[in-house]
């Protein structure tokens, strides 16, 4: 209980160095509205998507892949505490020992709301249209924000392992670009190898994009794992996958930060 | 009198790179008394703080502060303790005062009571006018002197310093020795590092000098200096007159005077510091000799490791360019 109140502090502490730096809020909502304007003038004519329009395709796949990078908010934003002696004198105060990561988990998800909201009106203003009304369109935004939650703790671990902010950034692209681009995020898996339509389709990215089609009012269309439970139950599948991170991680996490000392 | 800081044995080996940076560490403050910690680069220093602070466990040995375990019961000590570690520990993008209410807060005070903390303690610490800036544009003394607050925010009875005073300016330096003598008039138990002498001398009672994570020497800072030979005085004159100047000089100090023919000085221990000073001058002056340069040198910790160890405290490579952030 005492963990959740001192994490808020830690969250507050989070809040207040965006207003004091808005550059860092200003740049974290203009590269996923750069995405969508890119993906939807850019690619949007070459992209085949039967049965409707790219930009209602596009815009599921972009909130995926902008929470998925949380992974990268947190576990920079955490790496950089570790090598300051910052951490050290939250370490040394009489508070939980979760307080820190928990505190910033928390942070990080804010700073998703907002940025979520940016990306929403951008989507809007250039057509996108979510069918499929209020209720399933707000239960979207919350898978998206649970999932970039359990994005979150993963970027703790990564954050915790990592020698600094720089390695931190390189290691979560590795992770996210790879992880998105063989997904259905940006296009049909339809037109890939047979081989990797398999991985994507029960990549979890691509059930979490498929979850949100499904909450926004739009068919979704798996390849060859038409059929397959993922592909049936895309909100399930994500779910499942979101608390499956969430028990690993948080537990690993915590024990890791207690382990690790800053130095 | 009870200790307040007491540890016994202490080891601890770094995983990477064997070092053993505390190989048998044992100390005792007494309540309401000054340590001054003293050695070179790598001596252990920071380790030693981090370990009676709760931040590292040792491989074995024990430790109390304020009679309470620090391994089994780190919870319990982190609630009487203060640190200012090596490197200043508050949240750079942030404001002073957000960062002195934000650290309020997690000592569990009030919002208001934080509030009334922080602004005490900027007054204190000369900070009001800069309360409001980022501590991105704070010097080197004002973010050691905000450190240095935020670890006294609950005014805790047991605080630890490391190196408080490296890399300010010696303006700096009188204003960070200042504060700390208040909190000393103010009842504080303190353990304090430091690589110089003269700083120990200031600020401690009693003084235990360490290399390679272990103690090689203890005492007040008048025993050590008696251990390395006090002061010195180092006149220079002209050739000619060397000889009757090494008379003179072990005649006033009854000491044995050292020639350095090579830049025609000479260096012999005093007792008595400025005194002796204005001895020799008069005598000199006597004498008829003239004095082309005079200077009095006090002990450095150089001169404390020559004197106990027979060697120059090896100063090592990575001293220059340490990285501000974790070494691994
Ligand atoms: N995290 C670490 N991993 C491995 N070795 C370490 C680590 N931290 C310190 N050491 C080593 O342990 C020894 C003692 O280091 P410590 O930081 O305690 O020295 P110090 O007296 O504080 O030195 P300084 O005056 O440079 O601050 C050194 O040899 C150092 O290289
Ligand atoms: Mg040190």
Redesign the pocket.
Known sequence: MSAIKDGLIITKRQLLQLSRVPEVLIFSTIQPVMFVLLFRYVFGGAIDTPGTDYVQFLMPGIFVQTVAFTLATTSVGLAMDMTKGLIDRFRSLPIARSAVILGRTLGDATLNIVVLLVMAITGVVVGWRPSSGIVSILAGFLLLMLFGYAMSWIGILIGLSVRDARTANNLVFLIVFPMTFLSNAFAPTTAMPRVLQYFAEWNPVSTMVAACRELFGLENAFGVTAGSFPSENPVLMSLVYIAIIMAILVPVSVAKYKRTSS? | MNNAIAASDLVKT?P??K?K?LDGLSLEVEEGTVLGVL??????????VRVLATLLKPDSGSATVAGVDVIKNPDQVRKLIGLSG?YAAVDETLTGWDNLVMFGRLYHLSNSQAKARATELLEQFKLTESAKRAITTYSGGMRRRLDLAAALIVRPKVLFLD?PTTGLDPRGRLDMWDAIKDLVAGGATLLL?T?YLEEADQLADDIIVIDH?KVIANGTSDELKAQVGGEKLEVTVAPSSLLATKAALELITSHEAQVDEQFNRISIAVAGGSAALSDVVRALDGRSIEILDLALKRPSLDDVFLALTGHVAEI?E??EV?PKG???
């Open positions: 130095k | 770094y990477k790179g070092v940076a050695g070179p680069n790598g001596a252990g220093k920071t380790t030693c090596q190196e590092t690589q994570g090592e990575e001293a340490k974790r070494r691994r």
